[in-house]
């Protein structure tokens, strides 16, 4: 019974301090970051373009193969939507990777497709733009914001955390 007692009363002081946002913020730049993959890798694959639109006021990725590779996405091509989970948002935040920005999605040459921008993934696994997504939970964005950057030549992707008191960004996942 005395076991029980003092379980409980360390659970009761350490639940408080567990910051669910956080984690459901980082499991979202993880399912953002492995929509790209996936689309990189069918795009290698398959040998056609993959299209992902990014749509910020759904908080969604939509994705969209152009399997006769024409440049436009036909009603009978095939297409779905990632939206981002546990109410985390793309957000704009204090300040960019690299610079200050005016928006949660940047990218050099973005392409639009419905207005949304756009990036596309060719058959040599090259995308049309570097790009760099913001997103952040919704409890507490200056603790939340997390990027998703994507290089163009590669289609590598990396994840950054910021910090708000050092007003900067360190890079995420093993290296935190």
Known sequence: MIVLVMVGAMLA??????????????????GVRSVLMQAQRTALVRQYDVVISIDTTHNALLWAEDVNNDGTIQSTEHKRSYPLNDGVVFMIPPVGLDSAVSS????NHLGTMGGLPTITFHRDGAATSDLQLYLAGPAN???TYRAV?????TGRTDWYLYNSQANSWKLGGLNK
């Open 13 to 30: 002081l350490a639940l408080p301090r567990i910051d669910l946002t956080r984690y459901r913020t980082d499991a979202a730049v993880q």
């Open 104 to 107: 949660a999605v940047v990218g």
């Open 141 to 143: 964005p200056t603790r």
């Open 149 to 153: 950057r994507l290089t163009q030549g």
